[in-house]
């Protein structure tokens, strides 16, 4: 059964007699659209000062890419300091069993928490400690960049793009963006390389998909309607990847009976042929620092391409299976450097939102 058979099988039997699906809509609990309305914003003026300024600096910090959506972080406010630790009961042992992801993701947080800082006119000075980033602020000019503008309407685009090609001059853009922190990139956009990566993605995808372990810990964190989206506040939402809303009891079961290893290669197929370009984040160090270095880089060209009206989204199964990236590293010729994050990009539509936890929720 393909995709369409299966939305087709899916609503019949939704509208059969299944519980319906629908977000109640009350102050104690908000619609799913009102809480992305809510969520994917800028803060309103007046910011202020003091606790309520350091209190949206983790709000921007929050809305950056992260593993799952799980959002494995904390945040400890201090005078002036903002420090950002890891969240290790929110950790993916199977898809990411160093953590690599993990700090890539603290990474992304601290570049949108940056961004943030500059705007409302603070200078970060980052710390990076064995298991902790300390963000120590001080006074300097407001700059309100592009990629600042650019935090709300970033997502990651989990769909076909339109197959347009992107222009020289906005990929040159998008390098200069991506290439800070000591953290290089390779971009690709001819065809013969773009097949060739997505051969060792659907060699890691197969791999995964066969892994009980995987498959088991991905479910776990998908969120199939959008009131267990609303309940949860993290995961991945289904219909974010163009599947139908289903109640969470069939959609457990949908999914293991229809995530096989053919039908997700035949979507990741469909998504990089109809991309722009793939480019590949690869830190100096592979350790803790490079993994938060290569997340700061990935944020920023995430919001850049953003800010010029593209989408884009990862493909790191190239990258998370051992046997598959050291494959890929031969391909990429970068000796015994890690390649860190792969990200496809192009013209692509606005899908549904995934959501973020409270903040106070992330406040220690």
Same mark, same amino acid.
């Not at 983790?58 to 630790?85: C, D, G, M």
């Not at 964190?221 to 163009?242: I, M, P, Q």
């Not at 953003?306 to 199964?317: D, E």
């Given at each position: 059964?393909?995709? %369409?058979?299966?939305?087709?099988?899916?609503? !019949?039997?939704?509208?059969? /007699?299944?519980?319906?699906?629908?977000?109640?809509?009350?102050?104690?609990?908000?619609?799913?659209?009102?809480?992305?309305?809510?969520?994917?914003?800028?803060?309103?003026?007046? @910011?202020?000062?003091?606790?309520? *300024?350091?209190?949206?600096?983790?709000?921007?910090?929050? *809305?950056?890419?992260?593993?799952?959506?799980?959002?494995?972080?904390? &945040?400890?406010?201090?005078?002036?300091?903002?420090?950002?630790?890891?969240?290790?009961? %929110? %950790?993916?042992?199977?898809?990411?069993?160093?953590?690599?992801?993990?700090?890539?993701?603290?990474?992304?947080?601290?570049?949108?928490?940056?961004?943030?800082?500059?705007?409302?006119? *603070?200078?970060?000075?980052?710390?990076?400690?064995?298991?902790?980033?300390?963000?120590?602020?001080?006074?300097?000019?407001?700059?309100?960049?592009?990629?600042?503008?650019?935090?709300?309407?970033?997502?990651?685009?989990?769909?076909?793009?339109?197959?347009?090609? =992107?222009?020289?001059?906005?990929?040159?853009?998008?390098?200069?963006?991506?290439?800070?922190?000591? =953290?290089?990139?390779?971009?690709? !956009?001819?065809?013969?390389?773009?097949?060739?990566?997505?051969?060792? =993605?659907?060699? /890691?995808?197969?791999?995964?998909?066969?892994?009980?372990?995987?498959?088991?810990?991905?479910?776990?964190?998908?969120?199939?309607?959008?009131?267990?989206?609303?309940?949860?506040?993290?995961?991945?939402?289904?219909?974010?990847?163009?599947?139908?809303?289903?109640?969470?009891?069939?959609?457990?079961?949908?999914?293991?009976?229809?995530?096989?290893?053919?039908?997700?290669?035949?979507?990741?197929?469909?998504?990089?042929?109809?991309?722009?370009?793939?480019?590949?984040? !690869?830190?100096?160090?592979?350790?803790?620092?490079?993994?938060?270095?290569?997340?700061?880089?990935?944020?920023?060209?995430? *919001?850049?391409? !953003?800010? @010029? /009206?593209?989408?884009?989204? &990862?493909?790191?199964?190239?990258?998370?299976?051992?046997? =598959?990236?050291?494959?890929?590293?031969?391909?990429?010729?970068?000796?015994?450097?890690?390649?860190?994050?792969?990200?496809?990009?192009?013209?692509?539509?606005?899908?549904?939102?995934?959501?973020?936890?409270?903040?106070?929720?992330?406040?220690?």
């Amino acid at each position: 059964m393909n995709r %369409r058979d299966f939305s087709k099988a899916a609503g !019949t039997m939704i509208v059969g /007699g299944m519980v319906p699906i629908a977000c109640s809509n009350t102050d104690e609990n908000p619609s799913y659209e009102d809480l992305v309305e809510e969520i994917w914003s800028h803060s309103p003026p007046p @910011i202020g000062q003091g606790s309520d *300024l350091m209190f949206e600096l983790v709000r921007y910090a929050t *809305l950056a890419a992260n593993s799952h959506n799980t959002q494995p972080w904390k &945040f400890k406010i201090e005078s002036n300091r903002i420090s950002i630790l890891p969240d290790f009961s %929110r %950790r993916c042992a199977a898809v990411d069993p160093d953590d690599h992801h993990l700090f890539a993701s603290l990474g992304c947080a601290l570049e949108n928490m940056a961004l943030a800082s500059h705007a409302f006119g *603070l200078q970060e000075f980052v710390t990076l400690g064995e298991d902790f980033i300390q963000v120590d602020l001080e006074p300097r000019r407001p700059d309100e960049s592009a990629l600042f503008q650019a935090i709300p309407e970033r997502q990651c685009t989990r769909s076909a793009y339109d197959g347009r090609s =992107v222009s020289v001059d906005q990929l040159a853009l998008l390098e200069e963006s991506a290439n800070e922190h000591g =953290v290089a990139t390779q971009l690709y !956009t001819d065809e013969r390389a773009l097949e060739a990566i997505l051969e060792y =993605v659907v060699a /890691g995808n197969t791999a995964q998909v066969n892994d009980e372990a995987f498959v088991t810990e991905l479910k776990e964190w998908v969120r199939f309607n959008k009131r267990s989206v609303a309940e949860t506040r993290d995961g991945l939402f289904s219909a974010a990847s163009g599947n139908p809303e289903l109640p969470t009891w069939f959609g457990e079961r949908a999914f293991s009976f229809f995530f096989k290893a053919d039908t997700e290669n035949d979507k990741y197929r469909d998504q990089i042929r109809s991309s722009a370009g793939v480019i590949v984040f !690869t830190a100096e160090q592979d350790n803790k620092e490079g993994w938060i270095n290569a997340g700061r880089s990935y944020q920023r060209f995430a *919001l850049q391409s !953003t800010a @010029i /009206g593209l989408k884009h989204s &990862f493909v790191n199964q190239a990258v998370e299976v051992p046997h =598959v990236r050291s494959q890929f590293t031969e391909y990429l010729n970068i000796g015994d450097r890690r390649p860190d994050l792969v990200v496809r990009f192009g013209y692509g539509p606005l899908m549904p939102r995934s959501l973020r936890r409270p903040v106070d929720q992330v406040i220690i």
